[in-house]
Nanobody, 124 residues
């Protein structure tokens, strides 16, 4: 069983930056692949970024390449999402998720555990 708690969301101006954190409980965190998803009002949930259990492999959705960076610290049971050059279209609730399969995956159905989400609003 893994519990995930996101933090770091908020209101930021276009072009600004935010760093989201996802703290996980459980001794087996280091064996899970981790992902960040987002859902904007009226839209379906979509994958943003993901990272394999070793941290050696990552996936980035095209719309965030060059702007967002995912990283993990297995010693702290935490995964991070650094978001730079934020745009109004990045406004959404961002969810952290864990996949017990461990290997990198961008499919939401592979993720077993989900956080409650943190709101990110990009607006002037």
């Amino acid at each position: 069983q893994v519990q995930l708690v996101e933090s770091g969301g908020g209101l930021v101006q276009p072009g600004g930056s935010l760093t989201l954190s996802c703290a996980a409980s459980g001794r087996t965190f280091s064996r899970y692949a981790m992902g960040w998803f987002r859902q904007a009002p009226g839209k379906e949930r979509e994958i943003v970024v993901a990272i394999g259990w070793t941290g050696g492999r990552t996936y980035y959705a095209n719309f965030v390449k060059g702007r967002f960076t995912i990283s993990r610290d297995n010693a702290k049971n935490t995964v991070y999402l650094r978001m730079n050059n934020l745009k109004p279209e990045d406004t959404a609730v961002y969810y952290c998720a864990a996949a017990s399969r461990g290997e990198l995956t961008s499919y939401g159905a592979d993720y077993n555990y989900w956080g409650q989400g943190t709101q990110v609003t990009v607006s002037s």
